[in-house]
């Protein structure tokens, strides 16, 4: 299908600057607004409501697998946050600190949580004494804050909302079982309500969170080539709870210390829904997570019969359960078009007075601009099929995005310039953090996203030290 013109000059082009293009989307479609502290945005109704729908579907997800939804405080004691030092080597430079409460300087100054990992630390030492106490299964809905220097809405905030979910069980088993079973959740929500495909597997060495004993991850790649982490899902092994004293009493009468899993995603994923599927003409989003996903916008409203039959439409709509908006405000048909093309809207349905006389409706898919016609009585059959065939059309061309994009490499010249044209590079190496280091030096800014594969083929060496190849892994240059 022919490329759709750049109708709204209000967006820059995304091929003449990717990152202006991701801003003036942010901007425009109104989904978030800058406020006076640098990195902190106001979330607006448009934006926020896209993340109240992955909200929904994880909650139902979530609650398939036992977890309960607690609330903790924002605050961190300074004493309580430096016991694990590995977290903290991890975390410190990113730390807000508040030295001052109610005019008196802080003898134990306080973090504004940049995770949680310590506090559900510290409420399960209190709440667990027994293996009859086990598993616990908690996640929080929150915001945390970290101090980063380079920020970008959605992406990389100073203060961005997520989920945490933090988990005690009595054995290895179990916990690595949970981190690979969200982190199978996680993907699904791609799959099944971003429409965006995920690479994932097990973070390398170097690149895992600091404290796990696991990190494993989904990967997505962006419209420009570079990939974002989409979350992670992490088996801390007993580290943690070995460091705050957390133990029960076994099932031998023993004293035991429990498995650990972390793992969680966030707003980032409203900037992958954008990089991935946006267009000249602005945002282009998944019907599951769409506010809106179907405009009516009447032609020649004043027309008799026109709007009694648009609202006759919606009301029908609503009652199925589509989130539907009836656009009769006293603009121009073509700037509602560009306006709700703009913001995403996966459907359009127009209806003008011939239209109302052959008793038909026109609908647009804004990811391809695909027009279908259909006979106000087929509506409700219509529109539900209509709705799902673009969620389809999306991953599909999403997916094709992807698969264009991976590549191989046996040397780090040919990893060099194979990631200079964006996507994923698989090459062989040793695993070591050295190695790793000097590939992120070369190619200014390739990373391993994940292990494609646990072992390499036989007598392949590491491109780097020379050393035998252990495992395959993913490189991407990334935000």
């Given at each position: ?19 202006q ?24 109704p ?5 993340w109240?729908e ?86 929080q ?14 992406l ?7 989920q ?34 995920f ?40 580290g ?9 009493l ?15 995603v ?36 004043e ?8 609202l ?19 603009r ?6 560009a306006?709700?093309e ?39 059959q ?43 590079v ?15 030096e ?38």
């Amino acid at each position: 299908m022919a490329k759709q013109a750049n109708k709204n000059e209000a967006i820059t082009a995304r091929d003449v600057d990717f990152a202006q293009w991701y801003t003036d989307v942010c901007r425009k479609a109104e989904l978030m607004d800058y406020s006076s502290v640098k990195g902190f945005i106001y979330y607006l109704p448009y934006g926020y409501a896209i993340w109240e729908e992955i909200q929904n579907y994880l909650n139902k997800r979530f609650k398939e697998q036992g977890v309960q939804n607690v609330y903790l405080p924002t605050l961190i004691p300074s004493s309580l946050f430096n016991k694990e030092k590995k977290h903290i080597e991890g975390f410190a430079p990113e730390t807000l600190v508040a030295t001052i409460g109610g005019g008196e300087r802080l003898a134990d100054p306080l973090i504004v949580r940049p995770t949680s990992e310590v506090l559900f630390c510290d409420l399960y030492k209190k709440s667990i004494s027994s293996y009859r106490d086990l598993p616990k299964i908690y996640n929080q809905w929150c915001s945390v804050v970290r101090w980063e220097k380079t920020t970008r809405p959605f992406l990389r905030g100073a203060e961005f909302l997520w989920q945490e979910g933090h988990c005690l069980f009595e054995t290895k088993e179990e916990a690595e079982g949970n981190a690979l079973k969200i982190l199978d959740v996680y993907d699904e929500l791609g799959r099944d309500v971003l429409a965006i495909p995920f690479i994932k597997g097990r973070k390398t060495e170097h690149e895992k969170f600091a404290g796990a004993v696991n990190t494993y991850t989904i990967e997505a790649l962006m419209h420009d080539g570079k990939v974002l982490q989409s979350g992670t899902t992490h088996y801390f092994g007993q580290g943690f709870a070995a460091a705050y004293d957390i133990s029960y009493l076994g099932r031998e009468n023993k004293l035991e210390t429990p498995h650990q899993t972390s793992w969680g995603v966030s707003t980032r994923l409203l900037g992958a829904v954008i990089m991935v599927h946006g267009d000249d003409n602005g945002l282009v989003l998944p019907p599951a997570v769409a506010p809106i996903q179907v405009v009516i916008v009447p032609i020649r409203q004043e027309a008799p019969g026109i709007k009694e039959k648009c609202l006759e439409i919606k009301n029908k709509l609503t009652e199925m359960g589509v989130r539907v908006l009836l656009d009769d405000s006293d603009r121009t048909p073509g700037w509602k078009f560009a306006q709700w093309e703009m913001k995403g809207v996966p459907l359009r349905l127009e209806l003008g007075p011939r239209d109302l006389e052959e008793n038909k409706v026109v609908l647009t898919k804004r990811v391809n601009g695909e027009k279908i016609s259909a006979s106000i009585e087929e509506i409700e059959q219509a529109i539900p099929e209509i709705l799902r065939q673009v969620h389809v059309d999306m991953y599909e061309k999403a997916k094709k995005h992807l698969e264009s994009k991976i590549d191989e490499a046996s040397t780090i010249e040919e990893l060099n310039a194979k990631l200079e044209n964006g996507g994923f590079v698989r090459m062989a190496f040793c695993g070591g953090m050295e190695c790793e280091d000097k590939i992120k030096e070369i190619t200014k800014g390739g990373t391993a996203r994940c292990i494609y594969k646990e072992s390499a083929p036989e007598g392949v060496k590491c491109p780097i030290c020379g050393k035998p190849a252990t495992m395959v892994v993913y490189f991407a240059k990334a935000y």
